[in-house]
């Protein structure tokens, strides 16, 4: 009989073991994910990223200024973008005139194309043709978590038009004392 105590004793000894054992097995901690709000906007360009537009002055007497040809694309903006889906869902790109006046019967618009395709994401979708003034205007919207990639070929290419104010009378307008220098905001901005 003795031989059998000590045998369950060492039994429930080892059993006890194995019990306790066990509930060491498993241990938990935490692990925090912290995403960053990133709102970055760059404009790039081959060279400078100074535009010079005017018209061509006439060859003959009797002829007007030319302004056809008047137009530049050698900027591109490019954007990084993680928005909040619940406080930020989007973000759009305003672009307007900051510094300096646009001579009178001139109009000068910007259009940008569609993303070139060299990120990821969510890309913004512009709004066509835009006619700047002082007035901040959505050229691109809808932008969601996105990159475009950094440099010229990459995001959104912007075209530069200027044009002669369509209305009648305009020409007369027109005062070689008024040349200019335009200050153009681009502004990534929250919807």
């Given amino acids: 009989m003795r031989r059998t105590i000590t045998v369950l004793s060492g039994l429930l000894l080892a059993g006890t073991t194995m019990l306790t054992a066990q509930d060491d097995q498993d241990d938990v901690h935490n692990l925090i994910i912290k995403i960053p709000e990133v709102a970055l906007l760059d404009l790039e360009s081959v060279g400078d ?15 007007a200024l030319d302004f056809s040809n008047q137009t530049n694309s050698e900027l591109w903006i490019n954007y990084s ?10 973000r759009d790109i305003t672009v307007q005139i900051t510094s300096g006046k646009l001579p009178t019967g001139i109009l000068l618009r910007v259009k940008s ?4 395709g060299q990120g990821d994401g969510t890309m913004g979708t ?17 932008i969601g978590t996105s990159y475009t990639g950094d440099g010229v070929a990459k995001g ?3 075209t530069y038009a200027l044009e ?7 020409y007369a307008n027109l005062d070689y004392d008024q040349s200019t220098t335009l200050a153009i905001t681009y502004t990534l901005t929250d919807q």
Avoid: C, R
Avoid at 81 to 90: H, R
Avoid at 113 to 116: Q, R, S
Avoid at 164 to 170: E, H, I, Q
């Fill in 113 to 116: 194309a569609k993303d070139a």
């Fill in 49 to 63: 990223k100074t535009i010079n537009l005017g018209p061509e002055g006439p060859k003959e007497a009797g002829e």
């Fill in 81 to 90: 973008s993680v928005i909040g889906s619940k406080s930020e869902p989007a």
């Fill in 164 to 170: 002669l104010d369509g209305k009648k009378g305009s």
């Fill in 126 to 142: 512009p709004n066509g043709e835009i006619e700047l003034d002082e007035t901040a205007q959505q050229i691109i919207g809808g």
């Fill in 156 to 158: 959104h290419q912007l």
